[in-house]
Structures are given as C-alpha cells and as structure tokens.
C-alpha cells in the first residue's frame, strides 16, 4: 500500500511539473526578456564558431607544447577582434616540478618527426605504416626519440606477465591491445622491448570496435625516466600484422622518432567582459572550456573553445549595439588545457579564483548525427546544490521544446537553426553531475565554485582520427552557446529582483527529482530509504537556499519555499532522531586548505603518488560498485563532505544517499588515507 502510495504522489508530482512546464512554454523563454533572448538566438552564430574551429582542429594540442601555443595566441587574437576586454595568455610552469594544489605540472612535450616503416628483404624501407606528418595520432604522447629497426612481436594485451611467457621481446617491437601507458613497465622496463605499437581501442560505446579504421589517441607515463615510444594503429592494421604473425611471418619494421620532454609552459587565453555595476563587477561568472587535446580534436574539445568564444563575441556585439544591457556582474572566458590547466589556473591566481561566483563549462557541444552523440545539459554535484543547474536546465528544456516543434513542422519563434546545420530536435538530457572534465575541479570542495556542465556524451569518435570537422555540426554550437550564454548572461545579472521567478524554475525543477526520488526509494530497505528521503529534502532546500550566495532572498519568496518544502514530503515520511553512530564513526574530518584540488587530477594522481601505488589499491572505496556510482565518484564525494561539521557516519549516509548504500568501514578507510596524506585533518571528536 505504501508503495502504491508512493507511486501515486510520484504521478500527481509529474502532472503539476509538466503542467508548469507546459504552461511556461507558452508564455514564452524562461527568466530572461523576450528582446534579450530574441538578440541571443539572432547573433549566435555556428557558422562562425565552425570556422574558428578549423583552424584549432589543425593543430596538435598536447599540454604546453607548440601546436597548443599556436592555438592559444589564435584563440587570443579572435578574442580581440571580437571586442572582448582584458585579453592575456597567463602563463605557468609546466616543468615536471611545481606542484599546483594536487596537480604535478607535467613538462612540455613535443615531437619533430615520427614515422614506421615495414622493411623489405632486401633491408630497405617498403611499406609506411604510420607518419607524424601525416597524423600526429600515430605517435603516443610522452614518447621519446629512438631509431630502431627490430622484429614484432605480438604479446597480446601486454598488460600481464602471462603475456611475455615463452616469447623474447628484448630489442623487439611488442604489438600490445593495451595502452601504451599500461605497457612499458612489463614490456621495455622489465623485459627489455625497444618499443611500443598499440592498437588500444576506443572509449565503449554501444559503436565500440564497429570501425576498425579508427586510432585511439595513445600515453605514455609523463614522469617516468625510462625512455621509448609508442605508435598507434588501427584494429585493420593489427589484425593484419596478427594474421601474419600467426603464419610464421617475420615482420621486421624500423621506427623513428624525434620527440621528448621538456620544461614549458601551460599557456592559459582569458578575456573579460567588465561588469557594469560597481558593486558587483567585481563578481565573476566564467566560460570555461578546455583547448588541449590531440589533432583533429575537433568535438573533443575545439567545439566547447569555439562556443564559448562565440558567446563572447555574441554578448559583446549585442553590448555594442546597445541590443543588450552590459552585465551586472563580469564575464570571465578561459581556454585551459584540461582539468590540470585549470588547477593551475585556480591554485596559481587566487585574485582569480575568489572572484568566480560560477561556472559554464563546455566540453564536446557539437557533435552531429554521424558521431552520434547525445547532449547534455549536466548538474553540479550533489555535495554543492546551486539554482545555477535549474537556471540551465531551464534554458535546455526551452530549447528542447523549441526545436522539437520545428522539427515537427510547427511554427515557432526560437528554432535555434544554423544555415549550414541539422534541423532534428536537440532532445538534450537533463542530467545528474558526471565526472570526466574541468567543471569537477571547480566543484571540488576546495575550491567550491558551481558549475553548469554542457556535454556529449557518447561520442563514437572521442579521442580518435574521426573526430573531425566534418563531423561538426553548426546547428549544435548555436544551440549549446544559446543555453550557455542565456544561462551565464542571467546569471551575471542577478538580483533580489529576480529571486521570484528563480523559485518558480527551482519549484518545477524540484517537482521533477521528488518524482525520481520517489521511485527510486522504493527498493531501499526502511534504513536506506528513511536516509535517502532526509538527504533528498535537505539537498531541495539547500538548492533554493544556494540564492543567498547572490541575493538577499526577499521575505515573501523565503515563506513561499518554507511552505512548499513543508507540503513537499509524503505524509509517511516521519525521521526519528538517528541513534549515535558508533564511537570509530563519529570522527570528524576537515579538508587541509593548502591541499587544492581533485585527488585524480589529468596523467597524474595525487593520492596514488602520496600514499602509494600498491597501497592505493588496496582502498576499498576506491574501486566499489554502487547502485548509481562507482569507486572514483564515492571518493570525490567523500571528500567534498569532509567540511568539519560531518563525522564519518554523516558522510557515508551523504555518499550512500547519492550513488546507493557504501559500508562505513570503507568510508572510513578512505578518510584514514587521506588524513595519512595530510589532504584531510581529524578535528573530533
């Protein structure tokens, strides 16, 4: 009976969202004026967006290397042209040493020339197989130089030491399914191979291994001393060099290559569009994106550089031409490389940092049908509630429900539809916080800034020769930088003024995940359910109550939430006082301020590195299976709630309401490592 109670509510609760859903539809955009969304949708442009991404898809991106140089003083120059103030490219040391927060600067890589040939009896070059000219791909980052004419060698994934039994690798060439990263400690430090040829496949999606043509983007260790190489093949070429070697075939091939390591630069673009209220201008909401990534890397991610630079451009003209009013508070554009150019960027300039109030960050917004890709409009995490996600998925159901309309032939104000691009529905998802980008360190508790996520994800050519322009669509960029820059442009201009309609979108939204609550809860035991409902409540109040970081709500709006959040809860949901934990789980843990920063920051780990390789692996947590997580989300959550006000207990009811029920032992293991590594401090009991 209590179920079908649950379920019920569950219905009457989707009914009134839809219905206010519905209803805002026809009335009209959500929070911005008509004028303001109607320049918004005119100016954006992906045709523009598309052209800048060309050029930045030409080049080879690697952290702190010329290509990424190249792009960063393009990205630089655009920004000028478009009217955007205070542009600088900031720089910091990416030399291997210097520490910033939990991120060890990697050093600049760059590679001259690369290529691998097959050799003929004769001993004379025959066949190319693979060229840096060509394709920079070929060549695995962190390679170093080498010369080597040697036999191949297939080890299999290469990864084990089964792999190398009975089979004499040293001076070889090893063919490996694995990364080149996962190798070289097996295949060249402990048996002596000369070099590394992968044909690692790509990312599982539901398209894994269907084009055999594809090249992964390839790693090597970008710490290690010792030195080699890795090329990268297709899956159609490995096979062929298997069947071959399956025959009895001696394959001899030479490999050259001309690349190493070296102390650089991180080179991080930033433009500005000042705020116009005195008071607030000093108040930052930032574009973020990252401009890193291997050539073609044309979603993943020239598309999120290109879009937010195209916001840029957009607000500025409009500004210009007086269509919109200057923004409240400052608008602050970054092109980092990823997730490590950012922790340099927040641990470096703290000036910076103290001023971003929140964030939109793009990563791979312009996938078209041929890469499959399905878009979405992603929240913060759960141990930082922020009305900024209702703000976006608003703007993201407006334009689902925009341009579904005109795919369907109706006559609507808002299509959001590119001269050169797609006219299908964007059927974005709204979607609960992921991992996997920029937007997980400014959402770190250490840093605590929300942030809107706009992504692809799958992507069947992420990270491979296929992730191209072509694949572009123009259509996809507009849409994306309208529900960025509406949402960053609202957001800038915030005040109690506007706290009103915030609450409504926050109410409707908040309708919508007491449905999905209320379903899910429905398999707990009473314990887990009971813990559930008190953190899904408490996180709906701290949503609406996360205004206050902008605004002094008004009285009127503040009763209204109060009485809402009171009706909100099903009539069974009565919460006795918990009992005390036990005494081991009522330890209190707190965050050490100098220690900034995720604990798995990009090719380096910081927890693995402080604590120890062997001994990492043994911390339960981080490799369990949750109802709706796994180990390196229980973890980031875990720290995120080590606020000194939580004791353990706390904590694994937080992550355990999130991601699905975790012992508390393992929690607490967890926090033990970390205290060992000074990243979190026991303050009590």
Same mark, same amino acid.
């Given at each position: 009976?209590?179920?079908?109670?649950?379920?019920?509510?569950?219905?009457?609760?989707?009914?009134?969202?839809?219905?206010?859903?519905?209803?805002?539809?026809?009335?009209?955009?959500?929070?911005?004026?008509?004028?303001?969304?109607?320049?918004?949708?005119?100016?954006?442009?992906?045709?523009?967006?598309?052209?800048?991404?060309?050029?930045?898809?030409?080049?080879?991106?690697?952290?702190?290397?010329?290509?990424?140089?190249?792009?960063?003083?393009?990205?630089?120059?655009?920004?000028?042209?478009?009217?955007?103030?205070?542009?600088?490219?900031?720089?910091?040391?990416?030399?291997?040493?210097?520490?910033?927060?939990?991120?060890?600067?990697?050093?600049?890589?760059?590679?001259?020339?690369?290529?691998?040939?097959?050799?003929?009896?004769?001993?004379?070059?025959?066949?190319?197989?693979?060229?840096?000219?060509?394709?920079?791909?070929?060549?695995?980052?962190?390679?170093?130089?080498?010369?080597?004419?040697?036999?191949?060698?297939?080890?299999?994934?290469?990864?084990?030491?089964?792999?190398?039994?009975?089979?004499?690798?040293?001076?070889?060439?090893?063919?490996?399914?694995?990364?080149?990263?996962?190798?070289?400690?097996?295949?060249?430090?402990?048996?002596?191979?000369?070099?590394?040829?992968?044909?690692?496949?790509?990312?599982?999606?539901?398209?894994?291994?269907?084009?055999?043509?594809?090249?992964?983007?390839?790693?090597?260790?970008?710490?290690?001393?010792?030195?080699?190489?890795?090329?990268?093949?297709?899956?159609?070429?490995?096979?062929?060099?298997?069947?071959?070697?399956?025959?009895?075939?001696?394959?001899?091939?030479?490999?050259?290559?001309?690349?190493?390591?070296?102390?650089?630069?991180?080179?991080?673009?930033?433009?500005?569009?000042?705020?116009?209220?005195?008071?607030?201008?000093?108040?930052? +909401?930032?574009?973020?994106? $990252?401009? /890193?990534?291997?050539?073609? *890397?044309?979603?993943?991610? !020239?598309?999120?550089? =290109? @879009?937010?630079?195209?916001?840029?451009?957009?607000?500025?003209?409009?500004?210009?031409?007086?269509?919109?009013?200057?923004?409240?508070?400052?608008?602050?554009?970054?092109?980092?490389?990823?997730?490590?150019?950012?922790?340099?960027?927040?641990?470096?300039?703290?000036?910076?940092?103290?001023? +971003?109030?929140?964030?939109? $960050?793009? /990563?791979?917004?312009?996938? *078209?049908?041929?890469?499959? !890709?399905?878009?979405? =409009? @992603?929240?913060?995490?759960?141990?930082?509630?922020?009305?900024?996600?209702?703000?976006?998925?608003?703007?993201?159901?407006?334009?689902?429900?925009?341009?579904?309309?005109?795919?369907?032939?109706?006559?609507?104000?808002?299509?959001?539809?590119?001269?050169?691009?797609?006219?299908?529905?964007?059927?974005?998802?709204?979607?609960?916080?992921?991992?996997?980008?920029?937007?997980?360190?400014?959402?770190?508790?250490?840093?605590?800034?929300?942030?809107?996520?706009?992504?692809?994800?799958?992507?069947?050519?992420?990270?491979?020769?296929?992730?191209?322009?072509?694949?572009?669509?123009?259509?996809?960029l507009k849409r994306a930088g309208f529900i960025g820059g509406a949402s960053g442009y609202f957001v800038a201009n915030v005040t109690a003024d506007d706290a009103e309609n915030i609450w409504h979108i926050v109410r409707s939204r908040s309708l919508l995940r007491t449905a999905k609550f209320l379903e899910r809860r429905s398999s707990l035991s009473s314990v887990e359910d009971m813990n559930y409902a008190i953190f899904h409540y408490?996180?709906?109040?701290?949503?609406?109550?996360?205004?206050?970081?902008?605004?002094?709500?008004?009285?009127?709006?503040?009763?209204?939430?109060?009485?809402?959040?009171?009706?909100?809860?099903?009539?069974?949901?009565?919460?006795?006082?918990?009992?005390?934990?036990?005494?081991?789980?009522?330890?209190?843990?707190?965050?050490?301020?100098?220690?900034?920063?995720?604990?798995?920051?990009?090719?380096?780990?910081?927890?693995?590195?402080?604590?120890?390789?062997?001994?990492?692996?043994?911390?339960?947590?981080?490799?369990?299976?949750?109802?709706?997580?796994?180990?390196?989300?229980?973890?980031?959550?875990?720290?995120?709630?080590?606020?000194?006000?939580?004791?353990?207990?706390?904590?694994?009811?937080?992550?355990?309401?999130?991601?699905?029920?975790?012992?508390?032992?393992?929690?607490?293991?967890?926090?033990?490592?970390l205290e060992e590594i000074k990243v979190v401090e026991k303050i009590g009991p």
């Amino acid at each position: 009976m209590l179920r079908m109670k649950m379920f019920s509510l569950a219905a009457a609760i989707l009914f009134s969202a839809f219905s206010f859903s519905d209803l805002r539809a026809q009335q009209g955009p959500p929070l911005l004026p008509e004028p303001v969304v109607a320049a918004l949708a005119n100016e954006l442009s992906g045709e523009t967006a598309k052209r800048d991404l060309e050029f930045i898809s030409r080049q080879h991106r690697m952290r702190a290397s010329k290509g990424i140089s190249i792009a960063a003083e393009f990205v630089a120059e655009q920004a000028r042209v478009y009217g955007l103030e205070d542009v600088e490219i900031l720089k910091f040391p990416a030399d291997g040493k210097t520490f910033y927060g939990t991120q060890k600067a990697r050093p600049a890589w760059n590679a001259e020339f690369a290529e691998l040939w097959e050799m003929g009896a004769d001993g004379r070059p025959r066949t190319l197989i693979a060229s840096w000219d060509a394709m920079p791909l070929v060549l695995a980052q962190d390679s170093e130089s080498g010369n080597v004419t040697a036999e191949l060698v297939d080890v299999g994934a290469g990864t084990s030491e089964a792999d190398y039994a009975g089979k004499d690798v040293r001076g070889k060439l090893v063919l490996v399914s694995a990364q080149p990263e996962a190798v070289f400690r097996l295949a060249v430090e402990k048996y002596g191979a000369a070099g590394i040829l992968s044909y690692a496949q790509n990312q599982r999606t539901a398209w894994f291994g269907e084009n055999d043509n594809l090249i992964r983007w390839g790693h090597l260790d970008s710490f290690t001393d010792t030195k080699t190489f890795g090329f990268m093949l297709s899956l159609k070429q490995a096979r062929g060099f298997q069947a071959r070697l399956a025959r009895g075939e001696k394959i001899i091939l030479k490999a050259e290559v001309r690349a190493g390591r070296e102390p650089g630069n991180y080179e991080i673009p930033t433009a500005v569009i000042r705020g116009a209220d005195p008071n607030l201008r000093d108040e930052e +909401i930032a574009f973020s994106c $990252h401009l /890193d990534h291997p050539r073609p *890397g044309a979603n993943d991610n !020239a598309s999120g550089c =290109v @879009t937010i630079l195209e916001v840029g451009r957009t607000l500025a003209k409009l500004i210009r031409e007086g269509k919109i009013e200057r923004p409240r508070r400052s608008i602050r554009f970054i092109w980092p490389p990823e997730i490590e150019g950012t922790l340099a960027l927040l641990n470096a300039r703290p000036d910076i940092t103290k001023r +971003i109030k929140a964030v939109i $960050h793009m /990563d791979m917004v312009g996938g *078209g049908p041929e890469t499959k !890709a399905v878009f979405h =409009v @992603t929240r913060g995490p759960a141990s930082l509630p922020s009305f900024i996600n209702d703000v976006a998925e608003a703007f993201g159901e407006f334009v689902n429900e925009q341009s579904y309309r005109h795919a369907a032939g109706q006559t609507v104000l808002y299509p959001l539809v590119a001269p050169e691009g797609g006219k299908e529905p964007l059927n974005a998802r709204m979607a609960d916080f992921s991992m996997g980008s920029d937007h997980q360190v400014y959402t770190d508790s250490s840093f605590g800034i929300p942030a809107i996520y706009l992504n692809d994800w799958p992507d069947r050519y992420i990270h491979t020769n296929f992730d191209t322009p072509a694949n572009i669509d123009t259509t996809k960029l507009k849409r994306a930088g309208f529900i960025g820059g509406a949402s960053g442009y609202f957001v800038a201009n915030v005040t109690a003024d506007d706290a009103e309609n915030i609450w409504h979108i926050v109410r409707s939204r908040s309708l919508l995940r007491t449905a999905k609550f209320l379903e899910r809860r429905s398999s707990l035991s009473s314990v887990e359910d009971m813990n559930y409902a008190i953190f899904h409540y408490s996180n709906e109040r701290r949503i609406f109550d996360s205004m206050s970081r902008f605004v002094s709500i008004p009285a009127a709006v503040r009763n209204d939430a109060d009485a809402f959040f009171r009706r909100q809860r099903s009539p069974e949901d009565v919460f006795p006082p918990a009992p005390p934990p036990h005494p081991n789980y009522q330890v209190v843990f707190k965050r050490n301020p100098e220690i900034r920063g995720t604990m798995n920051a990009f090719g380096y780990n910081y927890f693995t590195d402080k604590y120890g390789e062997e001994r990492a692996r043994s911390i339960r947590l981080l490799r369990y299976q949750g109802l709706r997580g796994s180990g390196g989300e229980y973890a980031y959550e875990v720290l995120n709630f080590a606020d000194g006000k939580r004791n353990v207990q706390q904590i694994r009811d937080a992550v355990s309401a999130i991601y699905g029920p975790v012992p508390v032992d393992v929690v607490l293991e967890y926090l033990r490592a970390l205290e060992e590594i000074k990243v979190v401090e026991k303050i009590g009991p």
